[in-house]
Every structure is written in structure tokens, then in C-alpha cells.
């Protein structure tokens, strides 16, 4: 939640989404009527006979307001007004999109700085058992029961397994601040981040994730809304093909002062009131509205033609993550069998060379065979959430919390 929060580019969608269900109410207020004013000064000089003809001495004031309300536009109004309300729709669904987005996205940065954590704790029991190893290699080294050459391996192990902890340290605290900055922290900011690998089995099939992906996706959702507003476009322009026509109600008052009253000579006042309807029509334009309706045909029939594609790309999406989920599955199932079998190996042959009947090298080797065990299976682990969390989104389901069935 804190990413949908303050992340800058969930902002800015959810800006878009505002600005395009204000301008679906605009297009909504062009099918009311409009109200217009007009003021006008004049002043002409003019030497006619009888002076009876001549313009006012101080010139000529008119005032008029005019009423008047769209009847047809040749759909235009209905179309614009359509279109714009399918945009706000779509705009919607991509903001949906996005935090779905944002969600995997956080989701899987999480679980690699969970991964790095259980790597360091691994590296740091390694460390500890070679610790241990070359402790006890010394102990029977200073009583003659070791060569010196145990000893010295034990201390090159020693050695690497600090600087392999040294680098699993690293690799955890760039997840932590990749993970600082995808929810709007500092990079350098403290944060203890709390969470574990955990299995959550998921016992849905191939139909029914598909089902649930045609359903809810969003951009599946936008595809269609896609379709839509081309066919709305195209109805604008073919909307050049019909007459517009508007009726109006005016009233128009004339005097020879600003306040419209008669004063002077030559002076005139005059008021007048007209109602009636307009309409025009653009007989011939050699083609433009013809050609204008055709291109607007053919680009319906490209983003129908995208939503097929999107459609056949979300089947493969859906297929390919739950092979993922079911192949991590797996992997976790040998992983644990494998640190179980690593485990023991490492007992018995610590067991072996402290009873003095086996070798330094192999406590060295199973303690290596067991730290490589434990990676795998936090990795298998990892991987799974990781994939989990992508099928949801390939989906469309919002899911913060993957512990939660």
C-alpha cells in the first residue's frame, strides 16, 4: 500500500483518470443549450440629404442575446460524448493496470531482498561451522593428531566463506534499496522489512486461471474499450455526412447612447426578437469526409485485430506462469529432501573425523554440499512466490498479501 500510495507514476495515472472523466462531463454540457451576448459601438460620418437619413450624431449602440440549442449534429454530440466516456473507462482500467503493476513489481523486489536475507543467514552458519571445523582441526593439529595441511585448508575456507558472506551481504542491501526506492524511501533509509518465504499451495487449473484472466484483466479491458472509441471516432467522421442543424431564440436592441435610449438628433431606437432555425451542410468537400470515414474504418479493424493478439497473448501469459509456479513447486519439494540428505552428510562427517576416521577435506566438502542446499532452497522458494505473484497479476487480481489464499 505504501507504493500505491506515493509512488510519482501511479500519481500521474490517476491524474490522467481524473482529467478524462472531466472532460466526459464537458462533452456531456455540449447537448445543452448555449447562451451568448454580443455589445457593439459605431460611430460613422456620412453627408447625406434629407439630413433625416444621416447616422446619429453620436453614434450607433446595439446589445443582443441569443439562445440556442443543438437538435442534430449528425451524431457528432452523442459520439463525442460516448467517446469520451469510454476514454474515462479505459483510463480507469489503466490505472487498475498500473497498480496491478506496482504491486508485482514491489511484491517481487520483496521477496529478492527475502531471498538475499536467507542467503546472508545460510553464509552465516557456513561460516560458523568452518569456524567451528578449523577450531577443532588446531585442537588435534597441537596434539599431533592432525598435519598442518588440515589446518591450512581450514583457514582458506575460513577465508572464502567471509568473503562470500561479505558479498551476500552486499547483494542484500541493494535489494533493500531498490526496494527503499519502489516505495518512496530514501535509498539509504533503515528500514527492517519483515516477512518469510512461506508456501502457499495454489490448486487452480489452466481454465480456470484463463476464466478468471478474460475476466479481470485490465488490459483486456482496454482492448475492447480501444475498439469501441475507434468505432466512436468513425462516427464522428461520418457525422460530416448529415446536415447540422441548431434552434435559436435572439433579441436585439439598437439605440444611439450606450444606455440605448434616443437622444439627438438623427437619433434612432429600435428592439427586435427573432426565433427560427439554422442548418448547414457541406454538400460536397471532393472527398474529405469519404476518405476521413475510411481511415477511421480501417483503424477499427486494427485494434480489433490487437485485441485477438492481446487475447491469444494473455492465454500464453497465463500457461507460462503456472509451468513456472508448478516447476518452483517441485524444485522446493527435492530442495528440502536435498538439505535434509546435506544435513546428515555434514553430521556424519563431523562425527567420522572427530572420532579420527575420516578426513578434514570431507567435513569441508559436506559443509559446502549443505550451504549449496540451503540456496537452492531458498531459491526454489523464492522463485515460487515470484511466480505466484505474477500469475495473479497475469490474472488481474490484486493480491497485496500473498500469504493470504
Known amino acids: 500500500m505504501q507504493a500505491l500510495s506515493h509512488n510519482p507514476s501511479l500519481a500521474a495515472e490517476e491524474a490522467q483518470s481524473r482529467s478524462s472523466e472531466e472532460t466526459r462531463k464537458s ?55 460516448q467517446r469520451a466516456a469510454l476514454q474515462a473507462d479505459s483510463d ?30 545460510s553464509e552465516n552458519e557456513a561460516l560458523e561451522r568452518l569456524r567451528e571445523q578449523l577450531r577443532i582441526t588446531r585442537a588435534f593439529y597441537e596434539v599431533g593428531l592432525r598435519p598442518k595441511l588440515d589446518v591450512l585448508q581450514a583457514e ?7 568473503s562470500t558472506l ?35 499451495p495454489f490448486n487452480r487449473t ?5 476464466e478468471t484472466a478474460y475476466r479481470q484483466r485490465p488490459d483486456l479491458y482496454m482492448a475492447a474499450k480501444s475498439v469501441e472509441i475507434a468505432e466512436k471516432d468513425q462516427k464522428v467522421a461520418q457525422s460530416d455526412y448529415y446536415p447540422q442543424v441548431e434552434a435559436y431564440y435572439n433579441i436585439n436592441q439598437q439605440g444611439n447612447t450606450p444606455d440605448l435610449q434616443r437622444k439627438g438628433n438623427y437619433s434612432s431606437r429600435s428592439s427586435t426578437w427573432e426565433v427560427g432555425a439554422r442548418a448547414t451542410w457541406n454538400v460536397f468537400q471532393w472527398g474529405t469526409t469519404y476518405y476521413a470515414d475510411k481511415s477511421a474504418g480501417w483503424l477499427v479493424t486494427r485494434m480489433r485485430h490487437e485485441e485477438e493478439k492481446l487475447k491469444l497473448d494473455v492465454g500464453y501469459d497465463i500457461k507460462s506462469r503456472l509451468l513456472s509456479l508448478r516447476e518452483a513447486e517441485k524444485r522446493i519439494t527435492v530442495a528440502e529432501k536435498g538439505v535434509r540428505e546435506a544435513r546428515e552428510a555434514y553430521e556424519a562427517a563431523l562425527a567420522r573425523y572427530q572420532e579420527q576416521v575420516g578426513t578434514n577435506f570431507d567435513v569441508l566438502d559436506a559443509s559446502s554440499n549443505l550451504t549449496r542446499a540451503q540456496s537452492s532452497l531458498t531459491g526454489s522458494r523464492a522463485d515460487y512466490l515470484t511466480a505466484l505473484s505474477q500469475l495473479y497479476t497475469a490474472m488481474g487480481e490484486f493480491r497485496p498479501d500473498l500469504l493470504l489464499r
Open 166 to 200: 561479505i558479498q551476500a551481504e552486499n547483494v542484500r542491501d541493494t535489494a533493500q534499496a531498490r526496494l527503499n526506492t519502489l516505495l518512496g524511501f530514501s535509498a539509504a533509509a533503515k528500514i527492517d522489512y519483515v516477512g518469510r518465504l512461506a508456501h502457499v
Open 27 to 81: 462533452r456531456r454540457g455540449a447537448f445543452g443549450p448555449k447562451l451568448g451576448m454580443s455589445y457593439t459601438a459605431t460611430k460613422q460620418e456620412r453627408k447625406t440629404e434629407p439630413s433625416s437619413s444621416r447616422p446619429p450624431e453620436l453614434g450607433t449602440y446595439s446589445w443582443s442575446i441569443e439562445i440556442s440549442q443543438p437538435v442534430f449534429q449528425g451524431f457528432q454530440l452523442l459520439a463525442s460524448y
Open 206 to 210: 489452466l481454465e480456470q486461471c484463463l
Open 156 to 162: 582458506v575456507d575460513v577465508s572464502t566463506a567471509e
Open 92 to 121: 480507469q482500467a489503466s490505472l487498475l493496470n498500473s497498480e496491478l503493476t506496482m504491486t508485482t513489481n514491489v511484491q517481487s523486489e520483496f521477496l529478492s531482498y527475502l531471498r538475499a536475507e536467507e542467503n546472508v543467514k
